[in-house]
C-alpha cells in the first residue's frame, strides 16, 4: 500500500473536528434551551390556570351557600317573627361563649327582627369573646342569618320517621329547636326533648313543625388550626402556608355551636345591605348615593338585599411571575397589592376604608405571588320582600 493511499485513509476515518464539535453542541443547546423555556411557559400557564380554578370553585361554593342562607333569612313557616314566642327557655343551648349566649342564639320574636344581623369588620372579633381574635381575619366583615328550615314535620306525628320531639337523631345533624308555626298566625319556638307546645292553635290544621336555624359566617386566618383549636399555632394543618377559609357557625343536632369549614381560599368578606328606600341630601350629589350601607349604617328591622363581596386566593404560590391586582371589595373596603407584594389602601373612599390595617399577617408574605378573583353578588331577601 502506497503513502499516499494510506494517507486519504486516514483522512476518511478521523471524524468530527473540534470546530463541528463545538458547533453541534451549540446547535443542541440551543434547541434544548428552546424546549426548556416551552416547558416552563407551560408550567406557568398551568399554575396560573390551577389556581384560577381553585378560586373559582370556592368562590362559587362559598358564594351559593351563602347567597342561600341569606334568601332563607326570616323564613318562619308562614309567620312572622314578631309574633313567635317561646324563647326564654335556652337550656339546649351549648357551646357558648362571650356574648355569644342562649338567648343571643335565639333572638327572634316578640319584636326582634332578627333574621339578618350584620356586624362590620374590626381588629378583633365584632362580637366579643364569641370567636377568638386569633381564629378571626382582622377586618372581615360577619353576617348571622335565622330562619325555620324548608323542612317540615306533622307535628300530630309525634313518632315515627317524620317527626319526634323526644329524639334528636331523628333530624341528624340539623339542630336542638324547632318552630311550630300556624300560618299567618303565631309561631312557638321550643327546645327538641319537650313536647311540641299545643299552641297555636290546638287544631292540626295549616299547622307545622320546623327546624330552627342559626348561621353566623365568618373569615378564619387557616384551614386546620390543629388540635388545639387555634390558628397560629405549631400543630396547625397548614402551619407555615396558612389558608384562609370562610367559616359557618351553626347548631348541631345537640344545640352545640360548632364551626365548620364551608370554603378553603376566601381572603377577604364584605357585607354591605339595604332598605326599600334610601333618603338622598339635598340637593341631590351628581352620583346619586349607593343605597347598600355598611352594617353600622344599616337599619335590620328594614333591609331587603345584601350585597356580597368575597375575595379568593389560591392555594399555592406562583414565583414564575408577580400578580399585582387593584381590589374595589365594597364601598368601604378596596386595597392593592402591587408587584413588590406592597399592600396600600384607598384613601379616595367617602368614609373611612374598613379594610385598612398594619397587620400584615392578614395577606401574608410576599401575597403578589397568589392569583386573586374578586365577585359580588347582591342578594334579595326574599321572605322580607314579600312581607
Known amino acids: ?29 440551543i434547541v434544548i434551551a428552546g424546549l426548556v423555556s416551552v416547558l416552563m411557559a407551560n408550567r406557568q400557564a398551568f399554575n396560573v390556570q390551577q389556581g384560577n380554578n381553585f378560586n373559582q370553585e370556592n368562590l362559587r361554593f362559598g358564594m351559593g351557600r351563602v347567597a342561600w342562607s341569606l334568601r332563607m333569612a326570616d323564613f318562619w313557616g308562614g309567620v312572622k317573627a ?10 339546649g343551648v351549648g357551646g357558648t361563649s362571650g356574648d355569644c349566649t342562649g338567648a343571643w342564639v335565639l333572638s327572634v320574636g316578640d319584636g326582634k327582627e332578627n333574621g339578618i344581623r350584620g356586624y362590620d369588620g374590626a381588629a378583633t372579633f365584632p362580637i366579643k369573646n364569641c370567636v377568638n381574635t386569633a381564629n378571626y381575619v382582622k377586618y372581615s366583615d360577619v353576617v ?69 336555624q342559626f348561621e353566623m359566617y365568618y373569615l378564619r386566618p387557616c384551614s386546620d388550626p390543629g388540635k388545639d383549636g387555634v390558628c397560629g399555632t405549631a400543630d396547625d394543618g397548614d402551619a407555615g402556608a396558612p389558608i384562609p377559609t370562610l367559616m359557618r357557625m351553626r347548631m348541631d343536632g345537640t344545640g352545640t355551636l360548632i364551626s365548620e369549614v364551608v370554603s378553603e381560599g376566601i381572603e377577604q368578606l364584605q357585607f354591605e345591605y339595604a332598605s326599600p328606600a334610601i333618603a338622598q341630601p339635598s340637593p341631590a350629589p351628581a352620583i346619586p348615593a349607593t343605597p347598600f350601607q355598611t352594617a353600622a349604617a344599616s337599619n335590620f328591622t328594614t333591609v331587603t338585599q345584601a350585597r356580597v363581596s368575597m375575595v379568593a386566593r389560591a392555594a399555592s404560590r406562583d414565583t414564575g411571575v408577580p400578580h399585582p391586582i387593584a381590589l374595589t371589595v365594597s364601598g368601604h373596603c378596596q386595597y392593592a397589592i402591587d408587584a413588590t407584594g406592597k399592600v396600600t389602601y384607598s384613601t379616595s373612599l367617602p368614609s373611612t376604608n374598613a379594610c385598612a390595617n398594619s397587620d400584615a399577617s392578614t395577606f401574608g408574605t410576599n401575597p403578589q405571588q397568589f392569583t386573586r378573583v374578586l365577585v359580588q353578588q347582591v342578594v334579595v331577601l326574599r321572605n322580607r320582600v314579600r312581607g
Open 82 to 91: 314578631k309574633d313567635i314566642t317561646g324563647m326564654s327557655s335556652t337550656s
Open 1 to 29: 500500500m502506497t503513502i499516499r493511499y494510506r494517507s486519504r485513509i486516514v483522512r476518511r476515518s478521523r471524524g468530527f473536528s473540534l470546530v463541528e464539535l463545538m458547533v453541534s453542541l451549540l446547535i443542541g443547546l
Open 144 to 212: 348571622v342569618l335565622r330562619y325555620a328550615d324548608t323542612r317540615g314535620y306533622d307535628p300530630s306525628k309525634t313518632t315515627g320517621p317524620d317527626f319526634d320531639s323526644t329524639d334528636p337523631t331523628v333530624v341528624p345533624n340539623r339542630t336542638s329547636y324547632f318552630l311550630v308555626a300556624s300560618v299567618a298566625q303565631q309561631g312557638n319556638l321550643f327546645y327538641t326533648k319537650t313536647a311540641v307546645p299545643s299552641n297555636p292553635l290546638a287544631s292540626n290544621t295549616g299547622r307545622y313543625v320546623y327546624p330552627y
